[in-house]
């Protein structure tokens, strides 16, 4: 019975499986071929883009890879040190850190713009103009957004660099100059190179974001100055960070340059002019080497470094007094009394007069209507004068008759033989060259003939006669030296950077002037005996112990009768008052200093503008007494060339 029970309970077991199995069968089959199909459209998917990626723009992607891996970094170099004639530093380079972004690297440019915003406060615009110049150009390079960065600008950057992606942190050098105010128009200052001149200047000798010289020997010796560039080839990671260093070409540092220019002299000439305008010119009258070059008012050069803001630049660019405008070289004067030099040069030399010629002063002469006075005409004048006493006492009436005998076209010849009326050649921009007048030049300038009053003007350095501190000095070291016309250099020597011996600069052209020994010698003697003997216009430039001779100057912005109007010198306004000359050498048997000095609207030549040139002239001295340097060869007065 069990066994039939077993039996049943089998059958009827395998049966109910069948059962079950059988309407299930279909509906399997159709899962197994719906998942092939999902498997076969993914592999067909990736493969897809598989060809899309490595057949059809695999060049492209390859390309892009490469990129990322392996880029080369631009290295700037290491701009060229400026020294003073003792080797104190003008200008050097410190460390600076700037804020630049990778165009490649960059996921999100809204992002990084709202995040640089809020961490150093950069501009968005900013950014956005970095974005654009990165089209067409190497969107791996880096771009230049925010210089110079502060401590906690750069900790903040630090901190979140990691949320940062594409921004980098450059090691730059920024320009620092140690005697701003003082140095600022020789040195010069630097400034971002323009498209212009990237386009221009040679190729990889530049990059966007550079700095150039702009004023001064920054600009005028930028060749020498700004080295070659470096590069360097490193391995980058997708987000752009640097992981190894592959190769590198340092760059070569610029050459350093010392200068002629003593810093003693400088910070004496800023003093002596505080609070006035003028320009103070000292140079070697034996070589031409500059001394001293200095431009007052002055200004700041590292605030063209560090950043200046739109009001700051407007104060500066709308000044009246115009800082930037380097007066020693590009300030234009009439020369006034210091003239008288060239005139009686050319009259010796044209034979018109002799040093023994006498003239009689009554303080006034007359030329058809119009009476040309002497500045001593309230004393009666100078009655009987000579050479020498006509240039002690700076009498016009002798200087005038001298200027008629000669004419205008025989002073302007001996004025450009003295270096009067074109650029000194020193190696700065702007120099102007300033003007001598002639007949011709007037003919072609107004249309006019040339009348005999305006002759009287030019001798004693008024009319159309213009000037530069410069030029200045360089006039009269012809005196000093014997007549030789230097030409004004300011760099000594310049050494490279590899530790090689500096190479000296050949000084410049040397030329003579057609003036006798023994005339030269005739002035000498009139120009020591200004400063010092009795009734000398320069007592006031006499040195203790060192003999000086010089020649004082004042030369009138606007007529007598508008000075008059005034009643006295006090209340004449600024603007209106004369300007203050002196020239002048020293020690006067050996001379080794030459120096101009001009002091806009500073009154008088021997009151206000020889005691410039005395505490120039005391730095000078002192310095010397602190070093030891080879004597120069003594002037040439009394034997013939």
């Keep these: 019975m069990t066994g039939a029970r077993g039996k049943h309970r089998f059958a009827w077991t395998l049966a109910m499986g069948r059962g079950l199995e059988t309407p299930s069968a279909p509906e399997g089959r159709g899962t197994i071929i719906v998942a092939m199909i999902v498997v076969a459209v993914a592999f067909l998917a990736l493969f897809l883009r598989l060809w899309y ?3 059809l723009r695999g060049e492209q992607f390859r390309d892009k890879s490469e990129h990322n891996r392996v880029r080369s970094v631009d290295v700037a170099p290491f701009r060229g040190l400026i020294l003073d004639a003792k080797g104190r530093r003008l200008a050097e380079n410190v460390p600076t850190f700037t804020l630049a972004v990778v165009p490649e690297d960059v996921e999100d440019w809204d992002r990084l713009a709202r995040r640089l915003k809020q961490l150093v406060d950069l501009d968005p615009a900013e950014l956005d103009k970095a974005r654009r110049a990165a089209r067409g150009v190497t969107r791996f390079k880096p771009v230049r957004l925010l210089y110079h960065l502060t401590r906690k600008q750069l900790a903040l950057l630090e901190t979140f660099r990691y949320e940062l992606p594409g921004v980098k942190l450059l090691v730059d050098y920024r320009r620092n100059y140690l005697a701003a105010l003082e140095t600022a128009h020789v040195i010069g200052y630097l400034g971002q190179i323009n498209k212009r001149e990237l386009k221009s200047a040679a ?4 990059r966007m974001g550079d700095y150039v010289g702009r004023d001064g020997l920054e600009r005028s010796r930028e060749s020498v100055l700004h080295g070659r560039r470096g590069v360097r080839r490193v391995e980058v990671n997708a987000r752009g960070r640097e992981l190894a260093l592959l190769a590198e070409v340092p760059p070569v540092p610029g050459h350093d340059i010392t200068l002629s220019i003593d810093l003693d002299l400088q910070r004496a000439a800023a003093a002596a002019l505080k609070g006035r305008v003028g320009g103070v010119a000292a140079i070697n009258p034996q070589n031409g080497q500059v001394y001293c070059l200095y431009s007052s008012p002055s200004y700041d050069q590292n605030s063209f470094i560090t950043g200046m803001s739109s009001a700051q630049w407007n104060k500066i660019t709308k000044d009246p007094l115009h800082p930037l405008k380097n007066r020693a070289i590009s300030g234009l004067y009439p020369p006034g009394s210091t003239f008288k030099i060239v005139t009686a040069a050319a009259g010796l030399a044209e034979g018109v007069i002799t040093p023994q010629t006498t003239f009689f002063c009554g303080g006034e002469i007359k030329l058809g209507r119009r009476t040309y006075k002497c500045w001593a ?4 004048g100078h009655g009987a004068v000579d050479l020498k006493k006509a240039l002690r006492e700076s009498c016009d009436i002798y200087f005038y008759k001298v200027g008629q005998r000669l004419g205008v076209d025989r002073l302007a010849k001996y004025a450009r033989a003295f270096g009067l009326g074109s650029p000194s050649g020193v190696s700065l921009p702007h120099e102007s060259g300033g003007l001598v007048p002639t007949s011709a030049w007037k ?5 006019e003939k040339w009348q005999e009053g305006e002759t009287l003007s030019v001798a004693i350095g008024q009319g159309f006669n213009l000037v530069t501190p410069l030029q200045l000095a360089r006039m009269v070291a012809v005196i000093a030296n014997g007549g ?12 490279a950077a590899d530790g090689a011996a500096p190479v000296p600069e050949v000084p410049g052209v040397t030329t003579r002037v057609p003036v006798k020994p023994a005339h030269l010698k005739a002035i000498h003697q009139g120009l020591l005996a200004v400063v010092n003997e009795p009734h000398g216009t320069a ?3 006499a040195l203790d112990g060192i003999t000086v001779a010089g020649k004082t100057g004042t030369s009138q912005v606007v007529s007598l009768k508008i000075e008059k109007a005034y009643g006295s010198d006090k209340k004449i306004p600024w603007k209106y008052r004369s300007h203050a000359l002196f020239v002048c050498y020293a020690p006067a048997e050996n001379p080794v200093i030459a120096i101009g000095v001009v002091v806009e609207h500073g009154g008088h030549g021997g009151s206000d503008a020889a005691p410039v040139a005395k505490k120039i002239m005391e730095a000078f001295f002192a310095s010397r007494r602190q070093t030891t340097a080879p004597k120069p060869p003594a002037p040439n007065h009394g034997a013939t060339p």
């Design 484 to 495: 030789r016309l230097v030409t004004p250099s300011l760099v000594k020597q310049v050494s």
């Design 539 to 541: 007592r006031r430039a």
């Design 443 to 447: 003919k072609r300038r107004f249309g």
């Design 203 to 206: 190729a990889g000798l530049y």
């Design 53 to 55: 990626l490595q057949i």
């Design 377 to 380: 005409h309230k004393h009666g």
